[in-house]
Nanobody
Framework: QVHLVESGGGLVQPGGSLRLSCAAS????????MGWFRQAPGKERELVAT??????NVPDSVKGRFTISRDNAKNTVNLQMNNLKPEDTAVYYC???????????WGQGTQVTVSS
């Protein structure tokens, strides 16, 4: 069973920064893709950023502000969030898709609140 554990959420003022981390219980090489999604109250879960061996995918809503990276030695995927806006407020979920099966995995989520 694969476990993903997020950390780094919290309260930040508009224009501030946060760094989220997702620690996987197995080697990240066992995943064909990893990434971050978010869900705000009353809204659907949406893609924030994904990373694969081919590169990264970041939607226009966060492009230039959010950066996804991975640390192979620590089995973590990170999300650096800069110039945060109130509309970035949401629960952020780590995601991983298995390289060897059709399974996908989700973390428990971490709250990010952008408010003055």
């Amino acid at each position: 069973q694969v476990h993903l554990v997020e950390s780094g959420g919290g309260l930040v003022q508009p224009g501030g920064s946060l760094r989220l981390s997702c620690a996987a219980s197995s080697s990240i090489f066992s995943f064909v893709a990893m990434g971050w999604f978010r869900q705000a109250p009353g809204k659907e879960r949406e893609l924030v950023a994904t990373i694969t061996s081919s590169g990264v995918n970041v939607p226009d809503s966060v492009k230039g502000r959010f950066t996804i990276s991975r640390d192979n030695a620590k089995n973590t995927v990170n999300l650096q969030m800069n110039n945060l806006k109130p509309e970035d407020t949401a629960v952020y979920y780590c995601y991983a898709r298995s390289r060897y099966s059709s399974n996908s995995y989700w973390g428990q989520g971490t709250q990010v609140t952008v408010s003055s």
